[in-house]
């Protein structure tokens, strides 16, 4: 059984950064496609950036330049560095792990953790 678990959430001004992480249980972490997704008060979830095992890495046009994903696969962990923080930002955010090749689409991911919220101030 595969767990994720995210952290680091909370609330910022416009401007500011703020690095989530996501705990990632058993043993295909170092195999497996993870992202990020995000879901706004009264709007769809939608995709953030998706990692390859081999660490090829894709953002949404709407993060590009100021989010960064990583992965430490020592550590099983699942990074996102959000930088310059915007108010339409705010939302919980869910990290996602599967086996997929595709990593943009909800249904390329198997697991899910429960979320963080993240709030920017303007």
């Known amino acids: 059984q595969v767990q994720l678990v995210e952290s680091g959430g909370g609330l910022v001004q416009a401007g500011g950064s703020l690095r989530l992480s996501c705990a990632v249980s058993?043993?295909?972490?170092?195999?497996?496609?993870v992202g990020w997704f995000r879901q706004a008060p009264g709007k769809e979830r939608e995709f953030v950036v998706g990692?390859?095992?081999?660490?090829?890495?894709y953002y949404s046009d709407s993060v590009k330049g100021r989010f960064t994903a990583s992965r430490d696969n020592a550590k099983n962990t699942l990074y996102l560095q959000m930088n310059s923080l915007k108010p339409e930002d705010t939302a919980v955010y869910y990290c996602?792990?599967?086996?997929?090749?595709?990593?943009?689409?909800?249904?390329?991911?198997?697991?899910w953790g429960q979320g963080t919220q993240v709030t920017v101030s303007s």
């Open positions: 058993g043993r295909t972490f170092r195999s497996a496609t």
């Open positions: 990692i390859r095992s081999g660490g090829t890495t």
């Open positions: 996602a792990a599967g086996t997929s090749p595709y990593l943009n689409r909800q249904s390329d991911y198997d697991y």
